[in-house]
């Protein structure tokens, strides 16, 4: 009798230990929530070396920009204003700037404003400067003008940004050595932009730290854009200034969601020596759209 | 009962192998039970530890900067018209009523709000998985657990807490999180939003620059999904970061208990105010989904007014 016993007590604590399992085997297999993307960070992508401009690996050439994009940015895009509103859909009043981290000398060209100047001057386009255009209300069409030069055009203002990868650059150069060996031409509203597709891992920029210390995927990277050699404009449509020397760093993160909406959202970073105390930064969203069809081009304007 | 034949041999072996059997399955189980964190390689993302410090620049500095929104500015909010409705209804006072006090700071503020963001994570001390990521909480805002580790949503049925259940994961090293099951709370701090209502947060971070991006899905009050985005700058002040928030403790702020500070419908004097101050139509400033877009300017440029020069002076609401 005592073997049933041992035996009873055995599958007893079998019994138990399944249990005690289905837990862990339901965690293991259970799907992403609802309103998540599955978690991509181990896989969609094969692994880059995540560097800039596509990079190159060892002492293979470095491939095409375009090539080596992590998520596709070419179409057509739709601002949508939700923050700061009233200093963005409509022309604010002068004076309007006190959440610009202007210096004395920003503030007073901000208070001494005067549209009609800029129109005698013909520069109505100085609010469409590459500083302060991804804030505005517009549209954008965004498409590859060769293998490493993206294209941006917008409806407001009727502009054009031009972005050129440093894939020419030697691997380790960093952004800002690829920024300063471009040819250095006359001042433009939308100046001179560097293109490179970065990493959000220090460690696989060749810097210390990172989250697992893992190489990042290529699809982790996002298209950071350094502008330089913009002609001086303004921040918002009353007269804030930023200078010829100020620099413009864009980060464009691009995703999908469960939706199927596609959003772009682009955190902008204005540093200017003559007019602010601080960086100066604001984040823009953009919503995907199916063509082209609410495309409406309008010239600049210093009034509205 | 019949003697065992042969002496209990039989009945040994049997023993002896069930037991053999168990205790293998017992070693499996315990591995499997160490390894449940490693079993699956945990995509650990990237570094978001750190103190960070607020921008409060895409909202033209935050609620309660220069810039802040007026009581009744729904400009850019896709408001439905029960959510219009609910906020010409509500009076600022309600915020000090006792009831209310601390009931209007759900996670949907991160986003729109101005506070800086001290974040940690937890790891497991035996596996090192990654259990969760905390903000930390601020002023009357709780601190928000962002559950790493898999474990499902609530049911509908489950209660509701002001500071909702949050789940993350990776997506390309952006720290995705989900929170559901929070109370009515505001967006803008001039809307509502309903308990129903979804939370989705992206925290994307670029160098030093930490851009998180909100959409709230909220099928009351809603047409269609509202995103916002705000901006923080990795701090070096991790020594002033506080881990748990004080506790929001309710005082007489000059709203006894039981009174209900509202608006009865079209009664709400102030519904015009951003147009005497801003010259921004009435219509305009009552939202809806077409004002977040470009195509709307065109139906501005006859009806605003832009004035001269930026109001200014002190209203109820502090500097104008």
Redesign the interface.
């Known amino acids: 009798?005592k073997?049933?016993h041992?035996?009873g007590s055995?599958?007893g604590?079998?019994a138990i230990?399944f249990v005690?399992?289905s837990p862990?085997r339901g965690?293991?297999g259970?799907p992403?929530?609802?309103?998540?993307?599955?978690?991509?960070?181990?896989g969609?992508g094969g692994r880059g070396a995540g560097r800039g401009g596509g990079g190159g690996r060892g002492n293979q050439p470095p491939q095409p920009a375009r090539a080596s994009a992590?998520y596709d940015m070419t179409g057509n895009w739709?601002?949508?204003?939700?923050?700061?509103?009233?200093?963005r859909?409509?022309?604010?009043?002068?004076?309007?700037n006190?959440?610009?981290p202007l210096n004395n000398n920003g503030t007073q060209v901000a208070d001494a404003w005067d549209p009609a100047k800029d129109e005698a001057a013909g520069q109505e386009c100085k609010y469409y400067g590459a500083a302060s255009l991804m804030f505005q209300?517009?549209?954008l069409r965004i498409s590859w003008q060769d293998d490493n030069t993206l294209r941006m055009d917008t409806?407001?203002g009727t502009q054009t940004r031009i972005f050129r990868f440093a894939n020419a650059t030697p691997a380790g150069a960093t952004t800002a050595t690829a920024t300063s060996t471009a040819a250095a031409g006359s001042r433009t509203w939308q100046g001179d932009s560097t293109a490179v597709w970065?990493?959000?891992?220090p460690a696989a920029r060749g810097g210390g730290?990172?989250?697992?210390g893992a190489a990042?995927?290529n699809?982790?990277r996002?298209l950071?854009v350094t502008t330089t050699n913009m002609r001086p404009g303004y921040l918002r449509k009353n007269g804030v200034p930023y200078g010829e020397r100020a620099v413009l760093t864009e980060?464009y993160?691009v995703?999908r969601?469960p939706d199927g909406?596609n959003?772009m959202?682009v955190?902008i970073?204005v540093d200017d020596p003559e007019y602010l105390n601080q960086?100066?930064?604001?984040?823009?969203?953009f919503k995907k759209e199916a063509d082209g069809s609410?495309w409406?081009p309008s010239p600049c304007s210093a009034r509205? | 009962?019949r003697a065992n034949p042969d002496g209990?041999k039989t009945?040994?072996r049997?023993?002896f192998t069930?037991?053999a059997v168990?205790i293998s399955?017992?070693v499996t189980?315990t591995q499997?039970?160490i390894n449940?964190g490693r079993?699956?390689?945990q995509?650990?993302?990237?570094?978001l530890t750190g103190n960070w410090n607020s921008?409060?620049?895409?909202?033209?500095?935050g609620p309660g900067?220069?810039?802040d929104r007026r009581p009744y500015?729904f400009?850019?909010?896709p408001l439905n018209e029960a959510a219009k409705a609910w906020a010409l209804s509500h009076d600022e006072s309600r915020l000090s009523e006792p009831e209310r006090q601390c009931a209007y700071y759900t996670p949907v503020y991160h986003p729109f709000g101005f506070g800086g963001l001290n974040m940690w994570r937890e790891d497991e001390y035996q596996t090192g998985s990654v259990v969760a990521w905390v903000i930390g909480g601020f002023q009357d805002f709780k601190p928000q657990v962002i559950w790493m580790?898999?474990?499902?949503?609530p049911g509908p049925l489950e209660p509701h807490r002001i500071e909702g259940f949050t789940?993350g994961?990776?997506?390309?090293?952006?720290l995705?999180t989900?929170t559901t099951h929070m109370t009515q709370g505001m967006l803008h701090r001039r809307g509502p939003h309903s308990d129903r209502a979804?939370l989705?947060m992206?925290f994307?971070?670029?160098d030093n620059?930490l851009?998180l991006?909100g959409?709230v899905?909220d099928p009351v009050y809603l047409t269609e999904?509202?995103?916002?985005?705000?901006?923080w700058?990795l701090g070096n002040n991790m020594a002033g970061a506080n881990r748990a928030a004080p506790p929001c403790t309710v005082t007489y702020e000059g709203v006894p208990t039981g009174d209900v500070k509202h608006y009865l419908p079209g009664q709400n004097p102030n519904v015009d105010e951003?147009t005497k101050m801003?010259?921004?139509p009435v219509e305009t400033v009552m939202g809806g989904a077409e004002?977040?877009?470009?195509?709307?300017?065109k139906k501005?440029?006859q009806t605003?007014k832009?004035?001269?020069?930026?109001?200014v002076g002190r209203t109820r609401q502090g500097n104008v």
């Not at chain 1, 949508?80 to 200093?87: E, G």
């Open positions: 009798m073997y049933f041992i035996l055995a599958v604590l079998a230990l005690m399992q862990v965690q293991q259970q992403a929530q609802q309103g998540q993307a599955a978690p991509q960070g181990l969609g992590p739709v601002s949508v204003i939700t923050n700061n509103w009233r200093n859909m409509v022309p604010p009043p002068r004076g309007g006190a959440d610009i209300p517009t549209r409806d407001a970065e990493s959000r891992r730290g990172g989250g697992g990042a995927n699809a982790a996002y950071k980060y993160d995703f969601e909406t959003m959202i955190t970073a960086q100066y930064v604001v984040i823009a969203h609410k409406d509205w | 009962m209990g009945m040994r049997v023993a069930v037991g168990l399955g017992v189980f499997n039970q449940a079993a699956v390689p995509d650990r993302g990237v570094d921008g409060q620049w895409t909202e033209g500095g900067g220069p810039n500015d400009l850019g909010m580790d898999g474990r499902p949503h789940t994961v990776w997506e390309n090293d952006v995705v989900t979804t989705t992206r994307s971070r670029h620059i851009s991006t959409r899905d999904p509202m995103y916002v985005s705000k901006e700058r951003m801003w010259g921004i004002t977040m877009y470009p195509e709307y300017r501005l440029k605003y832009r004035p001269e020069v930026r109001p």
